[in-house]
Structure formats: structure tokens, C-alpha cells
């Protein structure tokens, strides 16, 4: 496929689309509009995830949602007992 910069393609479509309106019947130029309409291709950069996301989303998806509840379960339990045992001591 043909590739044109994003200048070219857009002063291309407007000269094109002035021409039509000066003679809307004329078939080469519809045509070569229509060529020059599927020759537009948009680049989109993908979106990279920011490190701190991504090394949660690799941790996070270590546990199922239900294992993930019971392991703070845990340690809620964990962290109330020890806070208890060091009231006690004191």
C-alpha cells in the first residue's frame, strides 16, 4: 500500500475535494479521491504501562480475587494478634 505523509494526504484530499465541487461528475477524479481516502492509515503508538503498574498487575494476578480476601483475612488476624500480644507484654 501506498504510504504519503500526513501533509501530502490531507493537501491531496483538499485539492481533490475543490476539484469535485468544479465538476462533480467526473470519474477520474472521484476515483483517485477514493484512492487517496484508502491510502490514510492511522498510526497509533500503543500506550505503554508505566512500570509501578505493571509489576501490580504481574503481582496482583499471582491469587485469584477469593484468595486475595482470605489472605488479608489472614493477616488482618495476624496483625491484631500481635498488637494484642504486645499489650499484653507491656
Not at 477524479?29 to 484512492?35: P, Q, V
Not at 498510526?43 to 509501578?52: G, S, V
Not at 480475587?65 to 488479608?72: C, K, L, Q
Amino acid at each position: 500500500m501506498l504510504k504519503i505523509s500526513p501533509y501530502l494526504h490531507s493537501q491531496l484530499v483538499y485539492y481533490y475535494e475543490k476539484a469535485l465541487q468544479l465538476n462533480p461528475n467526473d470519474r477520474e477524479i472521484i476515483d483517485n479521491l477514493e484512492l487517496i481516502n484508502k491510502t490514510l492509515v492511522d498510526e497509533i503508538d500503543p500506550i505503554t504501562i508505566p512500570l509501578i503498574e505493571s509489576i501490580l498487575n504481574r503481582v496482583s494476578n499471582i491469587f485469584y480475587f477469593e484468595t486475595w480476601g482470605y489472605i488479608s483475612i489472614f493477616f488482618s488476624f495476624f496483625n491484631r494478634s500481635i498488637i494484642f500480644i504486645l499489650l499484653l507484654c507491656q
